[in-house]
């Protein structure tokens, strides 16, 4: 199982990839965990490769300097030109940092 993880404050993205059998009961653990909630599920498709598969855990406060370049970084590799956007829509919407502006064009 690989996948990604973003978040701050109350708003978090996680995608998941790997085989069905090892994502449903880890999806299903998420969903009955009562801090996440809501949790809704966006999609689901069988892929051949996967955008994460090199992917070590990294972490960097959504406030620092530096971040939305750095998540253009981290998201370059994902070849999927839906799924980047996807996670950087997410990412403007909920994670901006309180009083700035994003200028990192997707």
């Known amino acids: 199982v690989t996948g990604l993880l973003i978040g701050g404050g109350w708003w978090w993205i996680q995608l998941l990839e790997g085989e069905g059998e090892k994502l449903d ?3 299903e653990s998420i969903r009955r965990d009562s801090r996440h909630d809501p949790v809704l599920l966006v999609q ?10 090199d992917w ?6 959504e406030s620092s ?8 970084e981290l998201t370059g590799g994902v070849t999927e ?3 980047r956007e996807q ?7 909920f994670l901006r940092p309180p ?4 200028s990192h064009a997707a």
């Open 44 to 53: 689901r498709r069988e892929r051949r490769s996967r955008n994460f598969a």
């Open 25 to 27: 009961p880890i999806f």
């Open 65 to 72: 300097e530096g971040f939305e370049d750095r998540l253009a």
């Open 87 to 93: 996670i950087l829509l997410f990412s403007r919407t």
């Open 56 to 61: 070590s855990m990294a972490y960097q406060r």
């Open 81 to 83: 030109p839906r799924l």
């Open 99 to 102: 009083g700035r502006a994003w």
